[in-house]
């Protein structure tokens, strides 16, 4: 197969409708995303565009021609019903006052029709334009702009506000697949969101035990650095001599504190043997591995957007990029901060980039 080949491929998966078109202005901003990914010279590019010519052509869309349709439009395609949302007229104006207004009124009601692919992609072009305009225009209750740019690009549906408060994860579903979206000006230390409450509770009990019984200090928030400083503790023989004797005190004793601490270590040591309890904190029913998989696989993709770049991964790969091994946090595990999970977005990207 051909570059010129694979290069139409491409462009007609992108394509909602498998057909791609040169009248149609939509498609035609695919086709030079298509391109741009590919490398594709300018000479090469009207080659291209010159071949396509003869593939089968469908009908040009008819813009939207007032804000008053254009509200209802984004909120019947690219809205979950009753999500929050203001700013739609003045972006309907800001459009109206671009040099690329037929383009952007084109992408919005025709979307994007972008696949949920995997890899880095550049927020450029008449997508980018659309981008700042959104960002700068609208404003989503308990949401981020981004989702509703998303949301036409991959036509799906934004629903970050309507979320809030339940148990839906995903800021947009695309055909019933849920993507979380993050937006950063940095992507060093990204906020993935709230740790499932109860297993969150119970983590932090038994760290907190360990510290008093370990002596280890941990600087504000439970950081990677602190706690795989603990787990290091946990393994030495000093320690889990300490510790068999104090289940044995525990197991008898009628001291309330002391029948507290014993509860909780055996929580995580249903079989009492000392040398898991690394194994049972990092993997255990109760552990951090679970507690962050459980987390992040709430969707099936994860959307990070940082300076005009769309990172789009899925919750598999992402789970195993965070999954600790040899009794450590991985280096992609930031923080525990409050009750939310952060992550180091640089080492996430790096690391899965050469994992392919």
């Not at 409708?17 to 035609?28: C, H, S, T």
């Not at 391109?35 to 040009?60: H, T």
């Not at 036409?152 to 809030?164: E, F, H, T």
């Not at 339940?166 to 906020?191: A, F, M, P, Q, R």
Request: hydrophobic share 35%.
């Amino acid at each position: 197969m051909t570059v010129i080949d694979k290069i139409l491929n491409e462009w007609s998966f992108r394509c909602h409708d498998g057909i791609v078109d040169m009248n149609d202005p939509n498609k035609l901003i695919i086709l030079e995303n298509v391109l741009e990914e590919f490398g594709i010279d300018e000479k090469q590019a009207r080659i291209i565009k010159n071949l396509s010519k003869n593939q089968p052509q469908s009908q040009p869309q008819v813009l939207l021609d007032n804000a008053e349709d254009f509200s209802q439009f984004i909120k019947t395609n690219y809205l979950e019903k009753n999500q929050t949302i203001s700013g739609l007229n003045s972006l309907y104006n800001t459009i109206q006052k671009s040099p690329e207004k037929d383009k952007l009124f084109s992408l919005i009601q025709s979307s994007g029709n972008r696949p949920l692919r995997p890899g880095k992609s550049s927020i450029q072009n008449v997508e980018g334009e659309l981008f700042n305009l959104i960002m700068s225009s609208i404003k989503m209750k308990n949401g981020d702009p981004s989702e509703l740019w998303f949301a036409i690009i991959y036509s799906g549906k934004a629903k970050g506000g309507v979320a809030k408060g339940s148990d839906i994860e995903s800021d947009v579903d695309v055909d019933g697949i849920g993507v979380s979206i993050k937006n950063y000006t940095s992507i060093s230390n990204l906020d993935f969101g709230s740790l499932p409450a109860n297993e969150l509770k119970q983590l932090k009990q038994i760290i907190n035990l360990l510290v008093v019984l370990t002596g280890v200090e941990f600087t504000a928030g439970l950081g990677r650095d602190s706690i795989n400083n603990l787990l290091k503790v946990l393994k030495t023989p000093s320690f889990q001599n300490d510790l068999e004797d104090i289940l044995k005190i525990g197991e008898d004793t009628q001291i309330p504190a002391l029948k507290n601490m014993y509860n909780i270590i055996v929580r995580y040591l249903p079989n009492r043997n000392v040398d898991e309890l690394v194994d049972e904190f990092v993997d255990g029913v109760n552990g951090i591995n679970k507690l962050i998989a459980d987390k992040i696989t709430k969707v099936k993709w994860w959307a990070i957007i940082s300076k005009n770049n769309l990172y789009l991964e899925s919750s598999d790969v992402i789970a195993s990029r965070l999954k600790s091994k040899d009794g450590q946090l991985t280096p992609v595990f930031a923080q525990i901060k409050g009750n939310n999970l952060f992550v180091n977005g640089n080492r996430l990207l790096k690391d899965i980039k050469e994992e392919e």
